[in-house]
């Protein structure tokens, strides 16, 4: 049964991939509009490029923090991350 079930499964992803004759590539992930799917829509792809990015960007900081007082250096870093969670 379980064999069967496999082969099934196969012959339905094929046909999923398949329009007009044509073949489609299948991907893990894709990105619209700067958002990223993944196959499953459990936004993890979404969330590490997001943490990766917010990370780098506040990390950036540290080039001019000597120069910043710490109300200043907050307000930024937290600018930054609000404004990619907004976008």
């Known amino acids: 049964m379980s064999n069967y079930k ?3 499964e196969l012959q339905e992803l094929q046909q999923l991939a ?6 489609l ?8 509009h700067g958002f ?3 196959e499953h829509l459990t936004f ?3 969330i590490s490029a997001l943490s990766k990015s917010c990370y780098s960007q506040v ?3 540290r080039c001019i923090r000597p120069f910043l007082d710490s ?3 907050s307000l930024i870093a937290t600018s930054i991350v ?3 969670l907004d976008y």
């Open 6 to 8: 496999s082969v099934f």
């Open 18 to 23: 398949k329009i007009n004759n044509s073949s």
């Open 25 to 32: 590539n299948t991907t893990h992930s894709a990105c619209n």
């Open 36 to 38: 990223i799917f993944d």
């Open 44 to 46: 993890s792809d979404q």
């Open 59 to 61: 990390r950036q900081l």
């Open 71 to 73: 109300k200043t250096a």
């Open 82 to 84: 609000h404004s990619k």
